[in-house]
């Protein structure tokens, strides 16, 4: 596993307080790990704190999956 | 006409964060007073509180028993508190399972008197260091009075009325009495009605001592602070916490077997007209409330033998008093009248809501609590039984719970035993 996915699974399950093993990298945060959309909003925002990178809103709507998030995310670093 | 009777209990506090637990430590004299711990308080004028204990604490509140993971971060600590109370009431009334048509029929009324103040600051600081963007999402709604009524109706399906009161120092009486009458004009068959309060931070402390609200000489004799009716009370301590009740029309009560601790029978309203932070000293608005109350139980002074007073531990209490005394006339040498605000400080929004709770407990143990520290009673105070340092025990049939607001606003309840 990446560096950047440890990073992004540990956000996850701190800010939805889901177990770890749910967070795989093909989850959706809305299907599998009960977030809603204002739940995606603070994690884009935990996100941007922790790798210093800006995730406009347009590219946050594309954001549906863990593994959307680190391909983004890796791909800005 | 419908009678609404109380069901179930739910309490957070300074002392304790179960019902027994509490109402132990109350009869034992205990005090919740001490430093505050929540921040660095070096620099303020008040630098105690009585502050809930950490869950590692003997009577501590553990948030993680009623209250999601992810909801504990997004809102302020008043709402953690109000839902937590919310399903301790729910657990002793035996009504955490209900069918459709019932939470049809129950809504919640659980307000608070000024809201997530630390949150405002703290997510404040964050706006001005680090910009707009960085405000969390769930700012507004993890903040909002409203919340725990919204956020426990969610929890548990409850699609009755759903209301929550702010009326500053009054709105934990204001709760319970606006959701009494919901019951009575048949608008729910259950209600959990109450309040919840935190505001131990440096904005809310700062606030309160600056309108010289807070005692500000007791800051090495935490315990000692909160003193209602005695000679040397300086200001109010600040507390924090929820209390919660289920109220319940009668018939709906009895038709499920429910235990039932007591019955809601007067609920009166008024308001000063006098000035924002300070009581009329004749308090005719505290004497107009509290005879609407009577007057709506079909009572007089004499039914009365336990009133829970709104004391502070301010230059109101006399004042208070007065009013009782005026109200009651003869019939004051009968009746107990102390503060549990001495052993838990001033809840704010949730105290009119905990103290309805020590007085629905003080009719089910046949026993009133005390009013601590109350050494040397200030003049005015003669000839009336202020419950001094020790819990006593006495015929309790019927009770008076007296909150006063800023804004000049005031509620009274009574309950008695059915």
């Known amino acids: 596993m990446s560096e950047t996915a440890d ?58 999956t863990v593994k959307d998030a680190i391909d983004y995310i890796d791909s800005k670093q | 006409m419908r009678r609404v009777v109380v069901t179930g209990l739910g309490i957070v506090s300074p002392l304790g964060a179960d019902i027994e637990t509490v109402w132990k430590n109350i009869l034992a004299s205990k005090s919740g007073a ?33 209250v999601d993971h992810k909801i504990q971060r997004q809102v302020d600590p008043f709402i953690i508190y109000g839902i937590d ?6 657990e002793d009334a035996g009504l955490t399972e209900m069918d459709d048509a019932t939470k049809l029929r129950a809504g919640c009324s659980i307000g608070s008197g000024i809201g997530g103040l630390p949150g405002i600051e703290s997510e404040s600081l964050i706006l001005a260091e680090k910009g707009p963007s960085r405000v969390s999402p769930h700012f507004v709604h993890g903040r909002l009075i409203n919340l725990i009524s919204g956020q426990v109706s969610i929890k548990y399906g409850l699609r009755g009325p759903n209301h929550a009161v702010v009326t500053a120092c009054s709105t934990g009486a204001h709760s319970i009495g606006d959701a009494a009458r919901m019951i009575r004009d048949d608008d729910a068959d259950i209600m959990l009605a109450g309040g919840a309060e935190s505001t131990i931070c440096p904005i809310g402390i700062a606030g309160f001592a600056q309108a010289r609200a807070l ?9 000692q602070a909160s003193r209602p ?5 300086d200001g109010f301590v600040m507390g924090e916490g929820a209390g919660v009740v289920v109220l319940e029309e009668y018939e709906h009560a009895k038709a499920r077997g429910a235990k039932i601790y007591a019955e809601v029978v007067g609920y009166g309203l008024s308001g000063d007209a006098y000035h924002v932070t300070a009581p009329d000293p004749q308090m005719d ?24 007073a709104h004391g502070t531990s301010t230059m ?61 009673p200030d003049e005015g105070t003669e000839g009336v039984d202020l419950v001094p340092h020790v819990p006593r025990k006495r015929q309790v049939r019927a009770v008076l719970n007296n909150s006063f607001g800023f804004g000049g606003t005031n509620a009274s309840l009574i309950m008695k035993a059915l």
């Not at chain 1, 399950?13 to 770890?20: R, S």
């Not at chain 1, 009960?34 to 954001?63: C, H, R, Y």
């Not at chain 2, 009716?229 to 009370?233: G, L, N, S, T, V």
């Open chain 2, 316 to 376: 109101a209490d006399t004042i208070e008093l007065g009013a009782v005394r005026r109200l009651f006339g003869d019939a004051i040498s009968n009746v107990s009248m102390s503060s549990t605000k001495s052993a838990i400080g001033h809840l704010l929004g949730g105290a009119g809501a905990v103290e309805a709770i020590f007085c629905i407990l003080s009719i089910r143990d046949q026993i009133v609590p005390p009013t601590l520290n109350l050494d040397n």
């Open chain 1, 7 to 64: 990073r992004v699974k540990k956000i996850v399950i701190e800010h939805l307080g889901v177990e770890a093993d749910k967070v795989t990298e093909d989850a959706s945060f809305i299907d599998d790990l009960g977030a809603d959309s204002l739940d995606i909003v603070e994690l884009v925002m935990a996100f941007e704190e922790e790798f210093g990178v800006e995730i406009p809103d347009d590219a946050a709507e594309k954001i549906g």
């Open chain 2, 34 to 66: 001490g430093k505050i711990t929540r921040f660095d308080a070096s620099d303020q004028k008040c630098q105690i509180a009585c502050e809930v204990k950490p869950a590692d604490h003997e009577y501590g509140f553990d948030p993680n028993k009623r």
């Open chain 2, 229 to 233: 009716y005695d000679k040397d009370r």
């Open chain 2, 215 to 223: 005692n500000s000489s007791f800051n090495d004799r935490p315990e």
């Open chain 2, 85 to 90: 109370a919310a399903g301790q009431a729910l």
């Open chain 2, 285 to 308: 608005g505290a004497f107009r409330s509290m005879s609407a109350a009577l007057k709506k139980a079909g009572m007089t002074p004499a039914d009365i033998d336990y009133i829970n």
